[in-house]
């Protein structure tokens, strides 16, 4: 063989290597160091670039959300939410190549959809919340072969080190139960279960049913759950029990107090400062950090009650609207409780490309007028990111 062919083959050959997923690893033990700092990818369009900023700041883990990418059919992945037939080629090849570029600068990763059968997300359903899924068992059971394939498309991928099986779901969907009472309260939820246990809207069953259902296909990577009524914390008072399987993680998302961390407070004149008397439930509530802390009471006693380490907590999403007055001390008081109760956590969000709100980089000023612009001639320039105290709230534990 010449030197110009043994150069070829060894190039291929590399190439080769490098395009297959490695195996074998036992990803649970990603989970058994804690905490995990990580952030969200809700990105419209994935690039490498992303992944690499991502590293550069040292991030752990990434959840990463596809829903918002081209599609070869309505849902991302899925063809059709309203008629599950099996992963589109096109879509998965899309997020394979996704998957490489994490593992090329070693970020794991969470998968987590926005949409299942009979629940597409909002945003692509005329922003009204899809809850088929939960008043009808043949989507779950949709919902289930869904889960089975994807999880055989993508299980050896050591990159991926859990699947998030549905991102903030809403069983309760009208059925009447309050979203919010007062802080620290959850016996509503309990009562909440007992009255539906026996139908489609019962989570709990639904996370049972299809954990086995994976399991039939892979056995190594973890499963994240979230719990119900969009991720309260709270919440988690639905569930009878916690499930045997070993390598569940049980997580929530954090935004409260909404009225504050919002983009509403913005539009609204951002009338509500963090700390300070912020609505919720039925009245007004003074929200700092002792409050943040008595929120998640409910979801500790039963982290406690079913003796659940604590590496398998997880925080998987929290933040605030970057120019709501108080964002850095919301942020700054919110890290600081989730590094004391050691569990995992990942922010919302990095470089997010759709909109600024979230993005911390940028502190709490207006983008440019020149920025807009921009935009309005049609191109896509970069926001002026630069080191600041709101988002030194997040890289400092980073670091």
Sequence with gaps: MNTVYRTMFL???????????????????????????????????????????????????????????????????LGDADNYQGLIQKDLNTLKQVLLWADQYDLKIVITPLSLPGCRWSQHNNHRYDARIWEQYHYQEAAIRFWVDLAKALRNYDCIVAYDIINEPYPEMGTGLEEQTTVGDAQRFS????????????????????????????????????????????????????????????????????????????????????????????GIVWWDKNTIRKYFEPFENWIKIHNIPLNKIVVSEFGCMRRNPGAERYLSDMVSILEDKKYHWAFYAFREDGWDGYDYEIG?????????QARERGEFPLPPREPNPLFNSIRKPLE
């Excluded at 997580?251 to 912020?278: C, D, L, Q």
């Design 11 to 77: 190039c291929i050959f590399c190439a080769c290597f490098y395009l297959v997923p490695s195996y074998g690893s036992d990803k649970i033990t990603f989970w058994n160091m804690t905490p995990q700092r990580g952030t969200n990818c809700m990105n419209e369009v994935p690039t490498e670039a992303w992944f690499k900023d991502a590293k550069e700041i040292n991030i752990k883990w990434v959840r990463l959300v596809y829903d918002k990418w081209d599609a070869e059919g309505r849902d991302f992945l």
């Design 191 to 282: 009562t909440w279960y007992e009255q539906y246990k026996n139908t489609p809207h019962n989570l709990y069953d639904f996370y049972h049913r299809i954990i086995q259902a994976i399991r039939e296909v892979d056995r190594d990577t973890p499963i994240m759950v979230e719990s119900g009524f969009y991720s309260q914390p709270p919440s988690y008072c639905e569930f009878p029990d916690t499930f045997s399987d070993d390598r569940i993680l049980y997580s929530v998302h954090m935004y409260e107090p909404y009225a504050f961390t919002s983009n509403g407070n913005f539009r609204s004149g951002a009338k509500y400062v963090y700390p300070g008397n912020i609505p919720f439930g039925d």
């Design 364 to 372: 709490t000023k207006a983008l440019p007028w020149s920025y807009w």
